[in-house]
């Protein structure tokens, strides 16, 4: 791997402190980062190099996966960190920061390879990457790379505007906007699932399939982030991204090569697939919720509204229901629904396959047999199940049976695999976007979300409350009942929970 310059606006930050040093430092113990690497954190405040790597080093003794802390290797480590003070709207920081990346490049006798993770408020996005392109930090004699977080835009407009202003400075193929959720293992194999399996493959159409449900439900409220979540809602935080991605990666067609062109490529066809709505016709296929007070693992919680910082007449979204259908011969007539929450029941994220039964005629008279499931557990559980049926010898009656195939291995050992933002930084590294949201996926979805935003916004759909360690309002039942289905595994639905693990 190239050696290179890490430069980390927001060094001082939540984000830094649990997510981005632990993932340093374990690719650092895996020997996933380039040798040498200079890496350059930037906050207002300051600080003493040594001050720096103090910090850096407190971040991953409380969140490293790793047990090796090993005083010389860590040492080491913490060698790489350097600390300039830069204000994202003086130029002159940005000159002094420049000065520093040369020094370390010329003492590591390392080419100019710079990598610019943007781990701060999205409102400096644009105004960071003007300044590295008007302060020659982003003219290199090797390549550049910008790592950018959540959020990308707050509506269409606003996410176009940004994406232009990026584009001034930054190519798209250097851009690699993070969902962490593609850095999810079961996530990432589910292309393996779908495209290494025969059996898989072989139904994974409408013609077998009846219906898709993707949920990631949380037990957790709004947290510390009212000042944030209050203005965006579960349909930005989690829908526009996170279960718009889940949704492409699961629907998208085999790509004619396994390649980052070719697999974003399909996963952007399955967007502009999907159907839109017009904002009146919102009520028919979205439900929105948000959480009243309740019992979640036997503690009572406070409703949304009662929340710190919460406006106490908001009227946010802390729950989302969406039936969606793609529009392409692969996918047409099947309903996709997704679904996410905060303060519900579990703490979970699924995507459940039902598939359909063309013998129900003659196997199902009395509509008892169940449907064959394919059930993917992304988290906090990573299991494959199939759910199929057999004949009970002891009553002669069909009954469902669960075939556990799960990562047994993966799970024993967690120790061994990497985190999501430890997977996401190394193909960064390594210049591999495939698990990065293209543009064209980013834009596509904030144009299917829009009409739901401006519905959300006229009051044109009802915002139904439902209670904390629920699983969501009864609406979003009904969006199911509708066609015939409901949601399986919800624990109201659930009638067989036997899992058979395969050993
Ligand atoms: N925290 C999380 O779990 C997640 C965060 N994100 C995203 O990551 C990004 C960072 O979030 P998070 O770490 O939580 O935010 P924090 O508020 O914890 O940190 C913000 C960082 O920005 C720096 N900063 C603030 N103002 C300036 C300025 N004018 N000039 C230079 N630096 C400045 C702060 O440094 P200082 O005060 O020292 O100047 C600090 O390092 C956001 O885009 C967020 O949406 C995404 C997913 C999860
Ligand atoms: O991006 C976000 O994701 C988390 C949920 O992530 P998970 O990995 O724990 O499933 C969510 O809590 C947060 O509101 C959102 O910003």
Redesign the pocket.
């Known amino acids: 791997m190239e050696s290179m310059t890490f430069v980390l606006?927001?060094?001082?930050?939540?984000?830094?402190k649990?997510?981005i040093y632990p993932a340093l430092y374990n690719l650092y113990i895996d020997q996933k980062l380039p040798q040498p690497i200079s890496i350059i954190g930037?906050?207002?405040?300051k600080l003493s190099h040594f001050d720096f790597q103090e910090k850096v080093k407190e971040s991953i003794l409380e969140f490293s996966r790793r047990l090796e802390h090993d005083a010389s290797q860590m040492g080491e480590f913490l060698n790489a960190f350097r600390f300039s003070t830069?204000?994202?709207?003086k130029t002159e920081d940005y000159q002094k920061l420049l000065k520093l990346v040369k020094e370390r490049e010329e003492e590591l006798q390392m080419k100019e390879h710079r990598m610019f993770y943007?781990?701060?408020?999205?409102e400096?996005f644009d105004i960071i990457a003007l300044n590295i392109k008007n302060s020659g930090l982003g003219e290199t004699n090797g390549w550049k790379r910008l790592i950018i977080?959540?959020?990308f835009g707050h509506d269409l407009q606003s996410a176009r505007e940004l994406n232009e202003k990026l584009s001034r400075a930054f190519d798209e193929d250097e851009i690699y906007r993070i969902d962490?959720y593609l850095g999810k293992p079961m996530v990432q194999n589910l292309e393996a699932l779908k495209f290494a399996n025969p059996i898989l493959q072989s139904i994974w159409n409408k013609d077998h399939i009846a219906n898709v449900q993707i949920t990631a439900s949380e037990t957790v409220g709004v947290e510390q982030r009212a000042g944030?979540y209050d203005h965006s809602g579960a349909i930005r935080d989690m829908v526009q991204n996170h279960m718009l991605q889940m949704l492409m990666m699961t629907a998208m067609n085999l790509p004619y090569k396994m390649n980052a062109a070719e697999i974003r490529n399909e996963k952007r066809k399955v967007m502009e697939a999907v159907r839109p709505f017009i904002k009146e016709k919102v009520k028919n296929h979205i439900v929105r919720g948000q959480y009243a007070s309740g019992e979640i693992n036997g503690q009572l919680v406070s409703g949304y509204k009662d929340e710190p910082g919460v406006n106490p007449s908001s009227q946010t979204d802390t729950f989302v229901a969406a039936r969606l259908w793609i529009d392409n011969p692969l996918w047409s007539g099947v309903p996709f629904y997704v679904r996410t929450g905060k303060r519900m029941k579990e703490k979970s994220t699924r995507i459940v396959i039902e598939l359909k039964n063309s013998l129900k005629l003659l196997y199902n008279q009395d509509q008892t047999v169940k449907p064959n499931l394919l059930i993917i557990d992304i988290n906090p559980d990573e299991n494959v199940t199939l759910q199929l049926n057999g004949k009970n010898p002891l009553n002669g009656k069909i009954e469902p049976v669960r075939i556990n195939f799960s990562c047994e291995d993966l799970n024993r050992n967690r120790l061994g695999v990497p985190e999501a933002y430890e997977r996401l930084i190394f193909d960064a590294l390594i210049g591999d976007s495939t698990f990065f949201a293209h543009w064209k996926e980013v834009e596509l979805s904030w144009e299917w979300v829009q009409p739901i935003l401006n519905a959300f916004e006229e009051n044109l759909s009802p915002l139904h409350e439902y209670q904390s360690g629920s699983y969501g309002p009864e609406a979003a039942d009904f969006l199911l009942a509708e066609n015939g289905f409901k949601w399986w595994l919800d624990e109201k639905n659930i009638e067989d929970k036997q899992i058979i693990p395969q050993k």
Do not use: I, M, Q
């Open positions: 606006f927001g060094a001082t930050g939540d984000l830094a649990r997510k930037l906050g207002r405040g830069l204000d994202v709207n943007l781990s701060v408020a999205p400096f977080e959540k959020p962490h944030y």
